[in-house]
């Protein structure tokens, strides 16, 4: 499920009006056979709430219950849009039930480092991260994306084995080598085993 384009802490929509759009989204999702709903790309725990909270209306409405994940975008200093940082954010998704819990796109894995190792500590859920091939590069008008395939992906199997990560991928600028890498790096890992002793397996997505 895909954040909308105002967050509702700047006061354009409010949770009311949000919670509607997202149970719309996520029926359309669930009726087309979805067996995990992915709300990525957070930068308002606001607006994370309005997403859940639409998620679970439309899977009360359908009969029909699948897992939540839930993935916010950090910037550099490691913090969301409006400031919170991840341990306020986990706070905040552990608090709403969610089932997988992670950080996506905004920077490439090296400026993620900080926020896996408190997720690895903290977190009673299996947690994700899927990160940008890099922190992005104005190019002359256009996005570049400056990680190479081969560095992204060990420092994905790194925070696997070291961070107990359950779930890699990559975000934007991502090619179809960082994905090749990706899964050559971390196929057959085992994640090392942190707080929650459940969480010893690992995909490469």
Known sequence: MLPSSDDPDLGKLGLRDLVPVFEEQAR???????????????????????????????????????????????????????????????????????????LNCSTGPDLMRDSVRYLSQNAGVPIHCIPNAGLPINDGGRALYPMRPEPMAETLREFVTENGVNIVGGCCGTTPDHIRAIVAAVGGAQPHRGRDAGRGWCRAA
Do not use: F, H, W, Y
């Open 28 to 102: 359309g999702l669930l009726s087309g056979g979805a067996d995990l709903l992915i709300l990525e790309t957070c930068q308002d725990m606001l607006e994370m709430k309005a997403q859940i909270l639409g998620a679970r209306a439309a899977m009360e409405r359908l009969g029909r219950t699948v897992p939540i994940q839930s993935s916010v975008t950090l910037d550099p200093n490691g913090r969301m849009l409006l400031g919170t940082d991840i341990g306020g954010a986990l706070a905040t998704l552990q608090a709403l039930r969610v089932d997988l819990i992670g």
